[in-house]
């Protein structure tokens, strides 16, 4: 059986379910199950290759000692264990020793439930994972698209598809950066770890060593601080052959910015930050009383700002209304452009995001400057902006037709020979000072269409809107009287 038919029949054994409710809820319980199976086939790898290697799962809570046996416990017996023995068990490990891998599994356990309420449901799905094995280079390559497909549709679950950046996109900026091997990468919201995969692949086809591996491996950073997207992300980074994920589950708000060092930066930022989010436990206390601010978006505007080397280079999605809007919304976008070369602006459609948010996003990409005082104090001297249009013919996204990497090849052909034309202009620093750095600029090159009409065709139209209003006038006297 193919690796997406083993899903599909995984989903249909969960639809039986009584505990599960809700798409979210099925990938958070295939989620951990899968989690789990990744995670204990990579220990007997590890016990192969090492011997001085010891799994952090106490042995009876191993995969191969509960769940592989096809004949295995079922029934209540198997739903008392997990959610009586396992699960405690798991969110119980010792963390004393300072093994990573343990700390990922407690992570996972932690945050993430047993929903399911048939232990015989339980044992067969337990039974379909068996038909994959994570050891073997195919099924882990063949199942990372599986997996990819799994991760998109939990865009299409509503509220969990803030965590799902799509491909098109990480993609594409992870091409532009071209973040390097030895380079510290760090995504603050990496959701389901989107970015960082890319980043891994786009490195991997230059690296062959176990030391070069090791060393991606470091470099590669992550925090998430909701529980499930936390174990997306981390099993999606092993399926990308990273032993141990360097994914922290923390808020990335929550320590002050005079508490980071100069060894805490980092070479590249790709982000997709969290935006029209309140900020949570008055974290806005960790940032300068001049850029306080409940939007999350801006704090981690400056969060990311903050913790760039200087020569460091960003890729970031923002919405609109980060562009725009005086008080601290202008401090922020003033500081962007003196404490970094902001040189490009892509301004997206706004169904990218469908369904879970309809604003409209851009890509921003900036680098970090050494202030040079005798010029200029803004390291931006001008921003060249793109808009980026739906396919011919195409009137928005949408689930079936989602945003593709192909799209963005000009702008790829473009970026190296900027010239403007009728989708891309470019605004000088002199322009936004006036402006009072309002980075929210319409493409200046499109004539907005004139509808024509006839003198009878407006009357109609006109006679039309007043029978429409009498109406409603009518409707209001009869509700008041």
């Not at 959610?83 to 992570?107: K, M, Y």
């Not at 939007?295 to 999605?317: C, N, P, Q, T, W």
């Not at 921003?364 to 005798?374: A, C, I, P, Q, T």
């Not at 929210?440 to 209003?469: M, R, Y």
């Amino acid at each position: 059986m193919s690796i997406s038919g083993v899903i599909e029949s995984i989903r249909k054994i969960m639809w039986q379910d009584s505990g599960l409710n809700g798409d979210a809820q099925r990938l958070e319980q295939l989620g951990w199950m899968l989690f789990f199976k990744v995670f204990c086939d990579k220990d007997q790898e590890m016990e192969l290759m090492d011997e001085a290697y010891e799994s952090p799962i106490p042995e009876r809570f191993r995969w191969e000692n509960w769940a592989s046996d096809d004949e295995g416990m079922t029934g209540d017996e198997l739903l008392n264990f997990v959610d009586r023995e396992l699960f405690p068990a798991l969110r119980n490990l010792d963390l004393s020793t300072g093994n990573q891998r343990a700390v990922i599994v407690h992570e996972v356990f932690d945050g993430n439930n047993n929903y399911m309420k048939s232990g015989i449901n339980i044992r067969k799905v337990l039974n379909k994972l068996n038909e994959i094995d994570f050891n073997s280079t195919k099924d882990r390559h063949s199942f990372g698209d599986v997996y990819e497909s799994l991760l998109k549709d939990l865009q299409s679950a509503g509220k969990s598809g803030e965590f799902y950046t799509p491909r098109a996109i990480t993609q594409f900026i992870t091409h532009i950066l071209d973040p390097k091997l030895g380079e510290k990468i760090l995504d603050p919201a990496c959701g389901t770890g989107g970015y960082l995969t890319a980043v891994i692949e786009n490195i991997k086809k230059n690296v062959s060593s176990v030391e070069d591996l090791k060393l991606l491996q470091q470099n590669i950073i992550g925090w998430e601080y909701k529980p499930l997207p936390y174990l997306l992300a981390t099993t999606n980074l092993i399926l990308h052959d990273i032993e141990i994920p360097n994914i922290t589950f923390r808020d990335s708000l929550d320590k002050p910015l005079s508490e980071y060092r100069e060894k805490d930066r980092v070479d590249v930022i790709e982000a997709n930050p969290p935006f029209g989010g309140i900020v949570a436990n008055n974290n806005e206390n960790n940032f300068p009383q001049n850029y306080r601010t409940k939007e999350s978006a801006d704090l981690f505007l400056i969060l990311m700002i903050h913790l760039l080397k200087i020569g460091g280079r960003a890729g970031i999605v923002l919405p609109d209304g980060s562009l725009t809007g005086d008080g601290v919304k202008q401090r922020v976008r003033e500081k962007l452009l003196k404490d970094c070369r902001l040189h490009t602006i892509i301004r997206l459609p706004n169904s990218v995001f469908q369904p879970y948010a309809t604003v409209a996003t851009n890509l921003l990409f900036f680098d970090k400057m050494h202030h040079n005082n005798e010029t200029s104090d803004f390291a931006t001297q001008e921003v060249w902006y793109y808009e980026h249009r739906l396919p011919e013919g195409q009137k928005s996204y949408s689930k079936t037709k989602t945003i593709k990497e192909a799209e963005f090849d000009p702008i790829k052909e473009w970026w190296n020979n900027r010239e403007e034309s009728e989708v891309c202009w470019k605004v000088d620093i002199d322009t936004l000072r006036q402006r009072n750095f309002d980075l929210d600029i319409k493409n200046p090159h499109k004539v907005e269409e004139v509808q024509e009409f006839s003198s009878a065709e407006l009357i109609e139209k006109l006679s039309c809107s007043l029978t429409k209003t009498n109406k409603l006038l009518s409707e209001l006297k009869e509700a008041i009287g």
